[in-house]
């Protein structure tokens, strides 16, 4: 009995902790941390991560891949997403904004990766073509993946000139190296 109390009381102290219960009304609003398209003319890649939903957030990020070509008006961004899958759609998404640095469910995003100027601009056609080839774009799994995590670090594994150093609670980033 005793060894069940402390399970119990973790699952309610983490669940009294959470700084977002409703996901409906958590903020999705800009962080403004992605250079504008409208003063920003250059090539721009930028790679992001923000605390998981939830009590999620005290152990994992969600990461997603935002590009934008020299003199375009919007980012296309790049996430994978588990609810897509449920709902019978590809967990892999694409869709363009003028802010692809909005908070992920009322966390607010860290760059991982910014790159700006002509290697952004050499960089993008081989990252579109990477998210072209994503292997697992149908498929999500929490642990140990494919999830969010493991997209961006699949996109760095395919252009290794990114550079890209995933954050440690990047959890499922490592199920990359199975390809």
Known sequence: MTKYLGVVFM?????ACSTNDN???ASREPAGIAPSPSEEKA???EFYAADAFSWRGWFAVHTWVAIKEANAAEYTVYEV???RVRRGLPALSEYTTTTPDRYWFGAKPEKVLSIIGPKADELIPRIRDAVKRYPWADEYT???GPNSNTFP??????VPELNLDMPFSAIGSGYADND
């Open 11 to 15: 699952a309610l102290l983490l669940s």
């Open 23 to 25: 996901w409906r009304t």
């Open 43 to 45: 090539a721009v890649i």
């Open 81 to 83: 997403t588990g609810w």
């Open 142 to 144: 929490v642990f140990p």
């Open 153 to 158: 670090t699949w996109i760095g594994l395919q």
